[in-house]
């Protein structure tokens, strides 16, 4: 049976990826995509979400409004890595579609209650919707199947700051809830995604996808190509939120390993890193299964052939 899956997300450029993977996944049973801020703001996150939906024509698929911010800190947008509406210079058409009534977080609620122990929550943005789910209802952590997350570095820099990653500065107090909230828990981060690369070459062989798809990925692509080059010195553009997905398809794609991790909440230089127990020297149990190598020719092998079902 097809896992049941709830989307958390700021799409962004590698969301929207992300996106086209999980509806190329017959593997998969994508329940409903919950939209936080991170990349852009919530409305422009929310309205490329539903554009989105409507792209690849899984408008079945309820989408729901989530925070407006995080939960303590206050808002961050990065619109130099994803543009100014948060898809790079792609231009999808304004959706018909709306979002659902119910909020992000309610939806949470509800379907994993509906669905005990069946459903995996896959966050690819900062954490704030699961952590008001959790903050409304502690009990739903013992009925979410488990969490497949994409943020933090262990071993690589940060993006965001010398040593924190983005989907974590945005939030730090919301991903430390969720992390300590004991719903089995597997961290993607930097240290694998950083290794997936997407090149002009990669997407010249996406020949099969629909028109609209195929310019949708190069033209978000572009601009997101364009920013690794300049601010990071980096060729082509890491697909972390794709990596994500892709283990929820193939859980081969990585090695993974546990860690009791914290999120730093002091406030200094180091706040929000994600801090890995190595040596266990906190003597806690492990808290997460962190992806620690990836072989990134199969991934990179499977996004391809992914894309180009979508036609
Ligand atoms: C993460 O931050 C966002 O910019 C991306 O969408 C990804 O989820 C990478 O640090
Ligand atoms: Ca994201």
Redesign the pocket.
């Known amino acids: 049976m097809a896992e049941k899956i709830i989307f958390d997300t700021?799409p962004?450029?590698?969301?929207a990826l992300a996106l086209l993977l999980l509806a190329a996944a017959p593997e998969l049973d994508l329940m409903a995509i919950t939209v936080t801020h991170?990349?852009t703001s919530q409305d422009k996150c929310l309205s490329n979400a539903l554009k989105l939906v409507e792209l690849l024509g899984i408008e079945q698929v309820p989408v729901a409004r989530g925070a407006q911010e995080p939960l303590v800190k206050e808002l961050s947008v990065?619109e130099e890595?994803?543009g100014d509406g948060g898809l790079g210079y792609a231009v999808l058409p304004e959706a018909k579609l709306k979002p659902v009534n119910e909020s992000a977080h309610d939806l949470i609620i509800r379907l994993v209650n509906e669905n005990p122990n069946q459903i995996t929550l896959l966050c690819?943005?900062p954490m704030t919707n699961i952590a008001l789910a959790l903050l409304k209802k502690p009990e739903i952590a013992k009925k979410v199947k488990r969490i497949v997350a994409?943020?933090g570095s262990i071993h690589y820099p940060g993006?965001?700051t010398p040593q924190s990653?983005?989907?974590v500065f945005c939030d730090p107090e919301s991903y430390e809830i969720v992390v300590n909230a004991g719903i089995d828990f597997t961290l993607v981060p930097?240290d694998v995604?950083y290794q997936c690369l997407l090149t002009n070459q990669h997407i010249d062989q996406i020949t099969h996808a629909r028109p609209e798809i195929k310019s949708f990925i190069k033209e978000s692509t572009r601009f997101y190509i364009e920013f690794h080059a300049e601010y990071q010195g980096i060729q082509g553009c890491?697909i972390?939120?794709p990596l994500a997905a892709a283990i929820l398809i193939d859980p081969t794609l990585v090695e993974n390993r546990d860690y009791f991790i914290s999120v730093d909440l002091s406030g200094g230089p180091s706040k929000a890193k994600t801090i890995a127990d190595h040596y266990g020297a906190l003597k806690k149990a492990p808290n997460a299964r962190v992806s620690m190598a990836v072989d990134v020719d199969r991934f990179m092998k499977l996004f391809i052939e992914r894309m180009n079902r979508l036609n």
Not at 12 to 15: A, E, L, V
């Open positions: 700021d962004g450029i590698d969301d991170g990349n990065a890595t994803h690819v943005g994409m943020g993006n965001s990653e983005y989907n930097l995604t890491a972390n939120d």
